[in-house]
């Protein structure tokens, strides 16, 4: 469960800390505590900065900073499949071998794989995807309302 | 290996627990230290069971037939095994629920409807601890906001007990219910009744104590106590899960209501009233967990048959030795009292910033079964603001060899995570 990609973003994650943004959400994994406040900043349907502080175990924490280093810089609709690829692969069982198609999707995040199996975990490697996604439909959702309102 | 006066013969005594062989992992040795999350099962207790459903399964009382009557018997049986472990002057003042929580919730629904002078409402007080299990604090947040009664309760200590300094304020003329845990699933603390009964007796307040983590452990006795209602679980101490326990006073059962309707808890039903069974009947609606309360006995039988008196000894001995075990580890914090003095056999700690969840994964993986998490008690985390802690958590079949193999696996989790 715990491989070197994990270990490794665990100790060193990229891009933590609360930086400006369009929307903050705070989630919480009740049946562990882990907690992550994240922002997200859009410019135009590209993701410009996802920045995140929280506390938890080395699986959502680790999570979180793979979420950063693949989200970044991506158009939406990428970042949309990954999490939902992610997302699969998280509610799996253990019973998906991930294939090349998966890992070049995922990247670094295919490392996860091992998590599926414990049911107890899937939620802390989910929690800051999770968030991603209500952070984004805050943030968008909240965009086009501005939309709307300057062009009313 | 490690000979400490005062410890069980666990040689022997594992013997009885066919889980205790299982080896997971490829080739690791389960060591269970989740004792206070749920104890095992001794072979004299499935063997009860078995039997129970292989030869006299049916449901209890008015039946007529044989099967119906050696249920009904061996049911009532169980409860005069639960009377004579606790030493309640009656038997009809055991009442069978499903597990502590449902026991707890029974007295605050009680209360929530009772007349006076025991009834709860906007003008009187509740009086719980901060180190109580969430069963012990919901419902009476419930209650409390059902009634509009305000709901009190004693500080922590830094380190891991009752603040009683304001004893006096807190348990006050208005305060209709005291209710606290003998000793904690989180700290281990073991509370001191005394202090607490005395006040609430001053003020003509009921006393209910949460026995859960007592009644697997020490010998228990109501009287001795001097509550007026005592709650614990049958499934942590050898016992079946779906069992609970409520004593309380013979005169208190009589003139509290009840809180659940159904089958065996009348005495007649007409269209437009019913009258009730007297206790404990009135407060056991419907088909009870028979098989567990069966079960129960046999669990009674069983911790009887080697004296808990010997278990608490067992157990104190134990757990000094891993207090000073788990001091030695770097980083290693106790959440709850630093020694073995008035402490149960639970202790939760921290290790470093290492998450508890990792810490007890990574035990896991060497076949230590510990728990993670708030453990039900969420405000003593907040209170000692930690997210969360790992607990271990011995029983009567537990032994040095287990505290040394938990010692050595935080080693491990150090190495791993540093």
Request: proline share 5%; hydrophobic share 40%.
């Amino acid at each position: 469960m715990y491989q070197d990609v994990i270990l490794d973003h665990y100790k060193n994650p990229h891009g933590r800390g609360l930086r400006d943004g369009d929307a903050e959400v705070h989630h919480v994994n009740p049946t562990c505590g882990d907690e992550i406040t994240l922002r997200v900043k859009y410019d135009g349907t590209t993701i410009s900065d996802v920045s995140y502080e929280g506390q938890g175990c080395s699986i959502s924490q680790a999570s979180a900073s793979v979420l950063n280093e693949l989200l970044v810089g991506k158009e939406l609709s990428d970042a949309q499949k990954i999490q939902e690829t992610f997302l699969e692969l998280m509610q799996s069982k253990g019973r998906l071998e991930p294939d090349d198609a998966m890992e070049e999707v995922l990247e670094d995040a295919v490392a996860f794989a091992g998590v599926s199996k414990y049911p107890a975990r899937v939620k802390c490697a989910l929690l800051s995807w999770m968030a991603w996604k209500d952070a984004t439909a805050q943030a968008l959702g909240g965009a086009d309302a501005d939309a709307e309102r300057k062009s009313a | 290996m490690t000979q400490l006066p005062g410890l069980l013969d666990t040689e022997a005594i594992r013997k009885d627990f066919p889980i205790l062989d299982r080896v997971l992992h490829d080739g690791k040795k389960l060591v269970y230290l989740d004792n206070a999350a749920t104890s095992q099962t001794p072979r004299q207790v499935i063997d009860v069971l078995d039997e129970y459903y292989e030869q006299h399964n049916a449901n209890v009382h008015r039946g007529v037939h044989v099967l119906a009557e050696e249920a009904t018997a061996l049911y009532e049986g169980a409860r005069d095994k639960v009377a004579a472990f606790v030493n309640a002057p009656s038997r009809d003042e055991v009442i069978f629920t499903k597990n502590a929580s449902e026991s707890l919730n029974l007295v605050a629904n009680m209360l929530g409807w009772a007349d006076e002078p025991y009834r709860v409402d906007h003008e009187t007080e509740i009086v719980i601890t901060e180190m109580e299990h969430h069963s012990n604090i919901v419902p009476w947040q419930l209650l409390s906001q059902r009634t509009g009664a305000k709901l009190k309760w004693f500080g922590l200590t830094d380190d891991g007990r009752l603040d009683l300094s304001n004893i006096d304020e807190v348990i006050t003329e208005k305060t209709k219910i005291v209710s606290f845990v003998l000793v904690s699933n989180i700290l281990g603390t073991h509370n001191p009744v005394e202090a607490i009964v005395r006040r609430a007796q001053e003020v003509g307040a009921l006393v209910l104590i949460d026995a859960s983590q007592a009644a697997p452990h020490m010998p228990l006795d109501v009287q001795a106590l001097q509550a007026d209602f005592v709650a614990f679980t049958g499934h942590k101490m050898c016992g079946p899960t779906g069992i609970g326990v409520l004593w309380g006073r013979q005169e208190l059962l009589e003139d509290l209501p009840p809180f659940l309707g159904g089958g065996e808890m009348i005495e007649t039903v007409s269209m437009h009233s019913s009258t009730y069974a007297p206790a404990p009947h009135k407060f056991e609606a419907g088909t009870p967990p028979i098989a567990q309360a069966v079960g129960l006995g046999a669990a009674i039988d069983y911790l009887s048959s080697i004296g808990m008196d010997k278990i608490l000894a067992h157990e104190n001995a134990l757990t000094e030795y891993a207090v000073k075990r788990l001091t030695e580890v770097p980083d290693l914090r106790i959440i709850g009292p630093a020694t073995a003095e008035d402490r149960g056999a639970a202790i939760s700690f921290t290790l470093g910033d290492i998450h508890p969840h990792d810490v007890g994964q990574v035990l896991d993986e060497q076949g230590i079964a510990v728990r993670v998490g708030h453990h039900c008690a969420r405000p003593v985390c907040l209170r000692y603001g930690i997210p969360a802690t790992t607990r271990a958590s011995f029983y009567l079949y537990s032994t040095p060899a287990e505290i040394d193999a938990l010692v050595e696996g935080l080693e491990h989790v150090r190495n791993f995570f540093g």
